[in-house]
């Protein structure tokens, strides 16, 4: 393996390593670890594996009947009522908010990284969820049934767990961008979860040439190409 210029060695062959399987669910919360320790130096992924299946079996535990509506409303209740996962609005540019386990130890990040937290556990308690991947905000859509018909319902983990139909997931776009969009389903399209990692890791690029840390922004770069496919073996 080729010694990344920038990136800490160790958080660029985690990464690496995860790249076969980042498209299961614990495989993107591994690749997330790994982009996070980069700055921290050491990888958290074991600590936040078991944090986030404890909340599984906290779910699981309320939920007896396994129906889907208990599952989605007791997520709900654990991950925004009893946890109280919300936005960090206070200090949003932080980089930490990007970095997967601390959003799980401080219950604060981006719209991305509390989705990413809402997937996973949804996806072990065997919900049909996937990102999206809009422009300016991150959200996450659960298939659910009304009656006998298949719908989507989207969440935004960053404002307490808020359900919004197809139009106000329209209208939460236009808040987050400040602009005009003509609604387009595209927009709402299920993101991959390269796509889920390429979008943390330029939300970092973005962040540390906001503050002047160049090196920092190389190393995301470095890691950007794994994710990518263009590194060089």
Partial sequence: MPVPAYCQPSAYQALRDEIATMETPVGLVRAACAIAAHEAGVLETVRTLESLNALVRTVEH???????????????????????????????????????????????????????????????????????????????????????????MFVDPFYGGSLLSLP??????????????????????????????RRIILNLIAIFARNGRERDLHAMQEMLSLVEGNHVE
């Fill in 62 to 152: 309320r939920s007896p009947s396994k129906s889907q509506d208990a599952l989605i409303a007791n997520l709900h209740d654990v991950l925004f009522d009893v946890i109280q996962l919300t936005g960090n609005v206070d200090d949003y540019c932080n980089p930490e908010n990007s970095y997967l386990p601390n959003v799980v130890t401080s219950r604060r990040g981006l719209p991305i990284t509390l989705s990413l937290v809402y997937y996973y556990v949804a996806c072990e308690l065997g919900l049909v969820a996937h990102g999206v991947n809009s422009p300016g905000h991150f959200m996450v859509a659960v298939e659910t049934t009304e009656g006998d018909q298949p719908t989507l």
């Fill in 168 to 197: 106000e997931a329209f209208e939460r776009i236009m808040q987050a961008t400040g602009k005009f969009i003509e609604p387009d389903p595209r927009l709402l399209a299920p993101a991959s979860h390269q796509d889920w990692l």
